[in-house]
């Protein structure tokens, strides 16, 4: 089945998660779309299964009464309606409050004062309420634009029956007040994404090839596999490739967050993205910049974003019915009130009061406020939070189980040894061997394919946790873990003198043919992660297909408590299933999905298979085991910050409501503590970004 195509679009006039779920809902009736509109970063993130034409798009985002966006800042467009609130609202109140301040006429100004406001300020307000009630929807625009024209419209009437007093300094300052909270926040989750749009934007548009000995300027989406590009000192590499000059300096900090530049040398892998920082170098480009690990990272972000969580459709749907209840809770007020002989006056504020505490916009955002940060601060290190319902559970992981090759070794194996068995020369089984193991990225096939390139194969595939197979000469060759052979006397005695490294065997017609012994190293920064997450209180096990020796090896050597060598894909599944505890599998290779996808939280290394990656609810970019704990703890964190977002909305609103309709407050103040309660919750969800979680790299 194809991969949807994911597509990415800012929305315009967008004011509350309500306006994001009806854009939602438009863009999901168009045929072959799946949508999901993210308030927070004010996106639309689409996933295509079919081709659709953009003006369709567009035309169901205009139909929701918003517009697909062309660039324009919110906050420009904010600016200067909140200068202009500022000083009339300030205007208003000071000649509607302070008495010393009043002269003849002065309620005059203070009513051309509001007149401005509400017609200038609060137009947002408006717009978006007149766009909900064409749908049959009310929003937190509804709130502030209903609250603030009923104080206006009451003072209009107090003025035409002879009165001096009235509210329009109310319905100043509350739409004034509201906006300046929106404009906290929308800088707020500009700041919190900037780390993203930087690292998507690390990618030069231009690249300098050498095509027929000369220097020419192409766009980087036209570089192709095989070209080679030069890299001046100062610039990033458009595209990752194999480093042809003799020695490189780059500036990694954009993938890795490392500060000290790295060291390469030829034949080294570099990533598009990075800086130069020595001379000018040569790289032969393994494709284009669409293709490259730090697209690859674009494409986990978008995906990672792209997902809608349980709670925020929760809060969706909470939101959805909350405002019309407080439209009446402010209507049942009023009466009440006036059934019980209060004056009119005195009544309409109370009514005015809840309309304006009540905006459910704290609520709106508590959710993906908190994502938008923790995403931001991951990407930082390198980690994608791919699936953030998984969030709870990261919470309360009690085990971590890894794979071995690719995640606790560096998976880059090599050949230390091969014997010939069987009759056959040890060239001759080497050349059967690499010639099925190169159409394979395993890190086993990979070293073993780059000893030979004589022989060519045919049919060739993967066994997931055993091997590789395919036709060579007329001959069906495997190469496999070690099995039962029709020479297995010969074998038995070849395994008892290996060492306690990866092994596998070159076998055709029931005949083991060869031998070969591989060996990797074991990440720098491997025991160090073992041991932090031991000192969080979980248990580690090593869990893998190797022969046990090896398994042994590797988990002692880093001081782990348990290990299972030997292992196939279906047994590290029913172990998992069958495991007690909240575990947490980190893996990298094909043979890990299952495994990834059954454990209850999937963390996979980025460098390994895209199904990994696919069935993980985390992805490790840098490949660092270190950044494990710190997602971990980055989960943690966000999990408890989402519950306390959500905690302090709810509880604001039930709280204050009461207050506001029994008198207590009065609109300026509702209006007030509306805006201070979004403003706390994006101040609470950026703690995200000042707290130390306090996992170090590798090598830091």
Known sequence: MPKPELLELDIEGMTCTACARRVEKNLNRV?????????????????????????????AVTSAGYQVGEGR??????????????????LAMLLGMVEQLKFEGSHLVVWAAATVVLAYVAYPFHSAAVKNLRHLDTTMDTLVSLGSLVAYGYSVYL??????????????????????????????R?????????????????????????????????????????????????VDGTLMSDFAQLDTSTLTGESLPAQFKAGDTLSA????????????????????????????????????????SLTDRISSVFVPAVIVIALVTLLLWLAFGAELDFAVQAAIAVLVIACPCALGIAVPMSLVVATSVGTKRS????????????????????DKTG????????????????????ERAIAMAAAVERSSKHPVALAIAQLDDSLAASETREIAGQGSVGMVDGLKVSVEKPGQYTNQVELDEALVLAGPNTLVVVAWEGWAHALIELSDEIRPGAKQAVSKLQEMGLETMLLSGDQSARVQFVSESLGMDSFRGGVSPEEKLDLLKAADEVTAMVGDGINDVAALSAADVGIAMGSGAHAAQAASAITILDDDPNSIAFALKLAKRTHRNILQNLGWAFGYNVLLIPFAALGLLNPLLAGTAMAFSSVSVVVNSLRLKWQDIGAQRSGS
């Open 31 to 59: 045929s072959g779309v799946t949508a999901y509109v993210d308030f927070a970063t004010e996106k639309a993130h689409l996933q295509l299964s079919t081709p659709v034409d953009l003006n369709t798009i567009k035309s």
């Open 73 to 90: 800042s919110e906050l420009s467009s904010l600016l200067p309606r909140l200068w202009v609130g500022g000083l009339l609202s300030t």
């Open 159 to 188: 003025i035409a029956q002879g009165h001096t007093h009235n509210y329009f300094e109310v319905a100043a300052v509350v739409p004034t007040v509201v906006l300046f909270g929106r404009f906290i926040e929308v800088r707020a």
């Open 190 to 238: 500009r700041s919190a994404t900037d780390s993203v749009r930087a690292l998507l934007a690390a990618i030069p548009e231009t690249a300098t090839i050498i095509r027929d000995g000369n220097r020419e300027v192409i766009a980087s989406s036209e570089v192709k596999k095989g070209m080679r590009v030069l890299i001046a000192f100062g610039e990033r590499l458009p």
């Open 273 to 312: 993205g990075t800086t130069v920082v020595g001379g000018e170098i040569e790289i032969e480009a393994l494709g284009s910049a669409s293709v490259s690990r730090l697209s690859r990272i674009a494409d986990l972000v978008r995906e990672a974003t792209a997902q809608k969580t349980k709670l925020a």
């Open 383 to 402: 980690i994608v939070i791919r699936n953030p319902d998984s969030l709870r559970l990261l919470s309360k992981v009690t085990r971590v189980v890894f």
């Open 407 to 426: 995640t606790l070794t560096d998976g880059k194996l090599k050949v230390v040894s091969a014997i010939g068995l069987g009759g056959v020369s040890k």
